[in-house]
């Protein structure tokens, strides 16, 4: 069936670097994929999409790659800072407008 | 502008008994969307209800239903509660328009279910 999945369950980085978290999807007939951010005890909130004609888009310290040819989006924060702590998903557009989640990555920032 | 909320926030039930949880949406949101959050398998669709109607349905037993109200907000059941059934639950809101393409999804804090 349809499923989107993470290569990583953890991610620990220093601030200031930049992180990347990565996720695979499985439908190459998938045409909208979008990045969510849950932090403790909060609902997922919406960080970047990209749609399926893109490559590349850029947000405010935040990018996300897209590579329909392996099937892979990618995450990347600029110069990440503690208040990036958080659990990532990236999730896919399924028929019917639906979301499909891919199981997240918990990305610790260490001071 | 309210963001969505959700009721109750905790709640803790024995196996066989059922549970009723309630979602209310943005304001002007006529799409509510249903998720199961759990450790082992992630954040998982339920189903969505637009206009009093359920518009899409996932991959869970029958137990789980819901309806929509004419104000929009949402209740979603789950009989014969199972240990199984554990889990974070949340709730998104939409516009909704058109069921086939993407509405940007706002998502409550969740309602923790607890099944001893």
């Known amino acids: 069936g349809e499923s989107v999945g993470l290569h990583l369950p953890t991610l620990s980085v220093q601030e200031g670097d930049n992180s990347i978290i990565n996720c695979a999807y499985s439908n190459s007939a998938s045409d909208y994929f979008i990045w969510y951010k849950q932090e403790s005890g909060k609902g997922p909130q919406f960080i970047i999409d990209i749609r399926s004609n893109m490559d590349k888009r850029q947000g405010q310290r935040v990018t996300v790659l897209l590579n329909k040819t392996v099937k892979h989006l990618s995450l990347q924060i600029a110069a990440t800072q503690p208040g990036d702590s958080a659990v990532y998903f990236c999730?896919?557009?399924?028929?019917?407008?639906?979301?499909?989640f891919g199981q997240g990555t918990e990305l610790s920032v260490k001071p | 502008k309210a963001g969505v909320t959700q009721t109750p926030r905790y709640l803790i039930k024995t196996r066989g008994q059922q549970v009723t949880l309630s979602c209310s949406p943005i304001?002007?949101?006529?799409?509510v969307s249903w998720y199961q959050q759990t450790p082992g398998q992630g954040l998982q669709f339920l189903f969505e209800y637009f206009s009093e109607t359920q518009r899409n349905k996932g991959n869970f037993p029958g137990r789980f239903s819901g309806r929509q109200f004419s104000n929009s907000r949402s209740e979603m059941n789950v009989s014969t509660l199972e240990l199984g059934d554990s889990a974070l639950y949340l709730c998104a809101s939409s516009k909704g328009l058109a069921a086939n393409t993407y509405n940007e999804q706002f998502f409550g804090p969740g309602t923790r279910l607890t099944v001893l």
């Open positions: 999730a896919e557009k399924a028929q019917g407008g639906k979301l499909i």
């Open positions: 304001s002007g949101h006529r799409s």
